[in-house]
Structure formats: C-alpha cells, structure tokens
C-alpha cells in the first residue's frame, strides 16, 4: 500500500513537469505579432531591434535547453534516489556523510554553467548599455504620476505629453489601454538615443518587443537606445509600480519612413510649439478625479 501511494505520488510529479514542459515549448513557438501583446501570450513578443533578437537568442536557444537539462538531469536522480533509497528498497541506508570528489564536482559543474551562461549574458547587457556613438535622434521621456511627457531635443526642444486614449475616444485600430493620444514617431532604420527620467517618482520606460526597459528616477538621466528597421506600432507600458494610475501609463511608438518622419516633424513643432502640458493636465486632472 505505501509503494503505491509513492508510485502515485512520483506518476503526479511526472504528469507535472511534462505538462510545464509541454506549456513552455509550446509557448516558444506562438508570438507572431510585432509590437502588441496577444491574448493568453506567455513568451516574449516578437523582436523588432538587434538587441531583442540577441535577448530572444539567448533565452529561447540557450538559457532554456540548459534550463531543460538541468530540470530533467534533477527530476530523473529524484525519482531514482525515491525509488532506490527508500525504507523499503533500502532499510539499512548508510552512514556515508561525506565525499569529496562529489563535493569538489556539485560545486564545480554548477560554476562552469554559470561562466558558460554569464558570456553572452554580459555580451547583450553591454550592447543594451552601451549607446552607439551617433544616434541619428534623441527622445527624452520624463514619467509623471500618470503620464510620460516626451521631448525631441534636437527639434527646439519640442515637447507633448502623452495619455492613454479613453474609452470612448477607441477608434478603429485601437487598443484599450495600451493607444495614446500623442504617440512618439521615429524614422525606420535609426539609431534613437532615449534619455528616461521621472518628475516625481520611480517610472520605468519598457517597450518589449524593443528589449528596452530602463528605470525613470527623479534626478537621474538615463540612457537606452534602440534601432528599429520595420515600420510599425510598437507598445509598451511603464513597467515600474508608481502609484494608483500606474497602468494607464501606456507607451506608443511608430515607426515610420525618414520622409513621413520628416513630415510629421514639420507639423508636430508647429503643433507642440508651445507644448501642451496645460490642455493634458485637465484631462489628467478629469480622469484621476473619474
Ligand atoms: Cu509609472
């Protein structure tokens, strides 16, 4: 009777790991949008920058085969160590308490994995950290409670304030929670420098699909760039809790063509001349007292 409950117990355990086996390879092969999150998604969105494809890399092809090993090296030795040591099987267990060769090897082995591993972990956060010399243009995102305020220094200091469309301002193409009244638009194929910093409290800009999450700290400028070649809306969100409205703090970028950027350059430093911190803030000011 005690065998049996043991071999229920071990038929669950394996009925366990293959269903979270399955549920994360299978996971790896969805993701086919660029830019938006799908329904039920549980593996990254679909990269649009080198910096993202490097991160997907080093996740999908070589953090998770190690991750998989490991998980089945560890469950097989548990089910035989269940199996071979119990009272049962072996009612005089012995009284071995130490052995170093094995000592020495489950020290060793678990270190060189994790040299194995820091290499191009190092590789990728340098690249992320490390802006290329000439950026083609600079944004600079301030994070407010509850908004990003955007500025293109290199266009007279050109400013706007960007706040999640309601729900009745919801168009065709729009999405809830993630669209914005005032997007930020980038040319294709440029490398933009982003300088992240927050007006009150801790924010952080994150767009996924960009591989670009930099924290938003008062009094701090920080830096993280990214280059993207395919024209598109790209979303992403503040990723850092600030406060009661931190999930409408959306992030909407599009990408576009050098001309259609030229185009929009134009008319944006007319629109935003003067920037529209004034009309935003009634509308903050209305949907925070909803
Ligand atoms: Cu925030």
Redesign the pocket.
């Known amino acids: 009777m005690k065998l049996l409950k043991n071999h229920n117990f071990i038929s669950k355990y394996i009925f366990v790991c293959l269903a979270t086996l399955f549920v994360s390879s299978s996971t790896l092969l969805a993701a086919e949008n660029i830019g938006i999150p799908q329904d039920y998604q549980l593996s990254f969105q679909d990269a649009a920058t080198p910096n993202m494809i490097d991160i997907t890399w080093f996740h999908n092809s070589f953090l998770f085969p190690i991750i998989l090993a490991i998980t089945i090296f560890v469950t097989l030795l548990l089910i035989y160590v269940m199996i071979k040591f119990s009272s049962k099987n072996n009612p005089k267990p012995s009284r071995t308490s130490h052995n170093s060769l094995i000592e020495v090897l489950w020290t060793v082995i678990p270190v060189v994995i994790l040299v194995i591993i820091a290499i191009p972990s190092f590789r990728i956060l340098y690249t992320q950290q490390e802006i290329p010399v000439n950026a083609d243009l600079t944004i600079k995102a301030t ?1 407010h ?2 908004y990003w305020e955007y500025e293109y220094p290199d266009s007279n200091s050109m400013s706007f304030d960007s706040l999640p469309l309601e729900e009745e301002e919801l168009t065709e193409g729009k999405i809830r929670l993630l669209s914005v009244d005032n997007p930020i638009v980038v040319p294709a194929g440029k490398v933009v420098r982003v300088q992240v910093t927050a007006a009150d ?1 801790i ?2 800009w994150a767009v996924p699909s960009f591989g670009v999450k930099m924290d ?1 700290i008062p009094g701090r400028l920080n830096e993280t760039w990214f280059k993207v070649d395919k024209p598109g809306i790209y979303y992403g969100m ?1 990723s ?1 809790l ?2 009661v409205r ?1 999930s409408f ?1 959306p992030i909407e970028v599009h990408v576009v063509e050098q001309n259609d950027y030229d185009n929009w350059l134009k008319d944006a430093e007319q629109e935003f001349a003067n920037n529209n911190y004034f009309p935003n803030n009634i509308k903050l000011a209305k949907l925070i007292n909803k």
């Open positions: 994070g409670q509850w409290v924010h952080n938003a503040c850092e600030c406060g931190h703090m």
